[in-house]
């Protein structure tokens, strides 16, 4: 046991240790490979096993030490080359690991899906795949073992290192078959070392050594890059995570339709470039709808027209015809005791006969919703209200404005102004737009194709809520704020309200 204090013994164990680690993981990944083509209760026995295997092979190689050393004798000459036995053993394991690597990298190159059902699945049989580990193991031993003969002189030094080499390895199979199959380019990298490894046996069973070390760096450079790529790729999707679901899946639906569009010339990439800006407008506002509220789409108190059913018929048929709506609530003395909607032209082809005008009052009832709703729950009542109005009040029942299925259209296409109205947002050029108080948040994010304006929980609306809100209501024209690379003027008032704001964007 004197041997056990030479410190050549343990720097010689620790060294081979490391080694035997390195030769090892190709062969623990390929038996993850190999494994993967069995039902998944029986992956795990299969990894043990093939692990055992390698072990038992190596140690059993390691006792033929002396046999090893008779296989450099030449056996056969073919021309002017002879061949050893270790020389034969080198050849067809190589050949073997060539096929093997050609054959599944095919088979994942040529990316044909595999269809996975939860019945009926036909799996790999066991013992055909602890066949090919087991001849995988013969290869991967031999060359483990032939680098243990080649650093240390000591058998039992190198029975400990293969040891709590395989150990190791043991404990570490089963993460380490999931991450290869989390990741399918590591497939593909492992694939290519086996194919590397394999030529470097046929070239050594052929009498042209390749030093390990070439072949390892090379392995090694390709893991450091796909490290980098893994890490790469974390970071891209930890990002990605931040961004709202709805512009995700605005950019996703874009993406695929995209991919139907080709280009051949200027004009049609100009034609492309407008078309996507609208399908993304579009996209975004249907994205939005669940989680804008009613409040953020209707029509507001101060705009709506309606018609007080204490006026004389007279003020009644002149207040319908003075705007273009085809829709009037019908009120009694406010807008908040409002007891019917109707249509202008059926409202002015009963007002000179009164049983016939409480008979129209009476026949359509007005329908409420609450002004905090979202947009996607009030389009199954917009859809029962058979294009009607709906009217969005308070948790007091004070109207608070209207909707109707044109304003939820507006959301999702942009603005249809009626003809008294003018557009809440107007391109002045094209970083520039010119916008009322009362716009729309939502509808600037859409318009201005970016995000982060709206937050989460925030408590406005509106672009003149969004000023007032950074600006703690501190405003009057002139006014200026910068918010997530957006640059607003206030540019007029009407008393204390922002009525025009000048908005840049580059």
């Known amino acids: 046991m004197e041997f056990l204090l030479d410190p050549g013994i343990w720097v010689g164990l620790i060294t081979l240790i490391i080694l035997e680690i390195v030769l090892g993981i190709d062969n623990l990944v390929f038996i993850a490979i190999l494994a993967e083509k069995l039902p998944p209760e029986q992956r795990d026995k299969a990894r043990v096993i093939g692990l055992s295997l390698a072990l038992l092979m190596r140690l059993g190689l390691l006792f033929a030490i002396s046999w090893l050393v008779t296989l450099t004798q030449p056996l056969i000459s073919i021309f002017d080359l ?29 990316g044909k899906p595999e269809v996975k059902v939860t019945t009926n699945v036909v799996y790999a049989s066991f013992t055909a795949v602890v066949a090919q580990i087991v001849i995988l193991d013969a290869v991967f031993s031999l060359d483990s073992v032939i680098t243990a003969i080649g650093m240390v002189d000591n058998i039992y030094v190198m029975m400990a290192a293969m040891i709590v080499a395989m150990a190791v390895m043991l404990l570490a199979s089963k993460p380490l078959t999931a991450f290869v199959n989390r990741h399918p380019t590591v497939v593909i990298l492992c694939l290519s070392f086996l194919l590397l490894i394999g030529i470097s046996l046929i070239a050594e069973g052929f009498g042209f050594h390749i030093p390990k070390g070439y072949i390892y760096s090379g392995i090694g450079v390709a893991i450091a890059i796909e490290a980098f790529n893994q890490f790469g790729q974390r970071n891209a999707a930890k990002h990605e995570a931040k961004i709202p679901l709805r512009h995700r899946t605005a950019d996703s639906i874009l993406k695929l339709m995209g991919g139907r569009i080709e280009t051949t ?14 399908e993304r407008y579009m996209i975004g506002g249907v994205l939005t709808l669940a989680e804008r509220s009613v409040a953020s789409i209707m029509t507001p108190r101060n705009q709506i027209s309606w018609v007080n059913i204490e006026d004389t018929p007279e003020q009644i048929r002149e207040q319908v015809l003075s705007v273009p709506h085809s829709l009037f609530p019908v009120c009694r003395g406010s807008l908040d005791k409002v007891i019917s909607i109707v249509r202008a032209k059926e409202l002015l082809d009963v007002l000179d006969d009164e049983e016939a005008f409480k008979a129209l009052v009476k026949r359509h009832r007005p329908i409420y919703i609450f002004e905090k709703m979202k947009v996607i729950d009030a389009i199954n009542t917009l859809r029962t209200s058979k294009g009607s109005l709906v009217l969005v009040s308070d948790e007091f029942g004070n109207v608070q404005g209207l909707i109707s299925p044109l304003d939820v259209f507006e959301a999702i296409a942009g603005e249809f102004p009626d003809a008294d109205e003018q557009p809440d947002l107007i391109r002045v050029n094209e970083t520039t737009w010119k916008a009322t108080g009362m716009l729309d948040v939502y509808q600037l994010e859409l318009e201005l194709g970016m995000l982060d304006l709206v937050e989460e929980d925030a408590g406005y609306i509106s672009v003149a809520g969004l000023i007032l809100d950074k600006t703690q209501g501190d405003v009057q024209v002139g006014t200026h704020l910068d918010y997530q690379g957006v640059h607003f003027e206030v540019t007029e008032l009407e008393g204390n309200r922002i009525k025009t704001v000048m908005i840049t964007y580059a």
Do not use: N, P
């Open 82 to 110: 002879t061949f050893s036995g270790r020389d034969l053993i080198l050849l067809f394991g190589g050949l073997f690991l060539v096929y093997k690597a050609v054959t599944e990298l095919h088979e994942k190159m040529e």
């Open 265 to 278: 010339d200027m004009h049609s990439s100009e034609a492309q470039e407008t078309f996507a800006h609208e």
